[in-house]
């Protein structure tokens, strides 16, 4: 798939993700160094006000998971995360975010992403590790035909 063509898939499909709702935008279409960043409000609180690590998690798989997506053909293949690993370092209560996947490892099934949470600082607020599984598209054959 064509950068253009990802871009403009992804920026169509935006709207009815969890991306809207929680107002987490691509800031740079890199699959070397996808950006995706987030204003820090209400929303993304836990119970004591601070940013909850699950919304950390979650910019964490979302930067890898595009990144993924950006170096392999989505017309044969999916991609799925598999494995997540966050330390969160700093509490934010506000401010801006932003999650940096950078590729530590890409295989032919299994791609392993290093991401850097960042705040408007540029102070580490969080360090994650994301693992991507890289699948074939399910052929279609007809009803009750076997790929065997």
């Known amino acids: ?6 871009i403009s898939l992804v920026e169509s499909r935006n709207p009815r993700t969890v991306f809207e ?23 993304h609180h836990q119970h004591l006000g601070m ?4 919304v950390s ?9 595009l990144a993924a997506a950006m170096s392999v053909d989505l017309r044969t293949h999916i991609i799925a995360g598999v494995d997540l690993n966050a330390t969160h370092l700093r509490p934010k209560r506000g401010g ?9 490892y890409r295989g ?6 290093g991401i850097d949470i960042t705040d408007e600082r540029d102070e580490v607020v ?4 994301c693992t991507i599984a890289i699948r074939p598209l399910a052929r279609e054959g007809p009803p009750g035909s076997s790929d065997s």
Not at 21 to 40: K, S
Not at 108 to 113: A, E, I, P, Q
Not at 126 to 129: D, F, G, L, Y
């Open 126 to 129: 969080c360090v994650a590790r």
């Open 51 to 54: 940013l909850h690590g699950g």
């Open 21 to 43: 709702p929680l107002g987490i935008r691509v800031a740079r279409y890199d699959p070397d160094a996808m950006q995706v960043v987030m204003d820090v409000d209400h929303r």
């Open 57 to 65: 998690a979650l910019l964490a798989e979302s930067a890898a998971s």
């Open 96 to 104: 801006t975010l932003r999650a940096t996947a950078r590729p530590l």
């Open 108 to 113: 032919r099934t299994t791609h392993v992403y």
């Open 1 to 6: 798939m064509e950068r253009d063509e990802f």
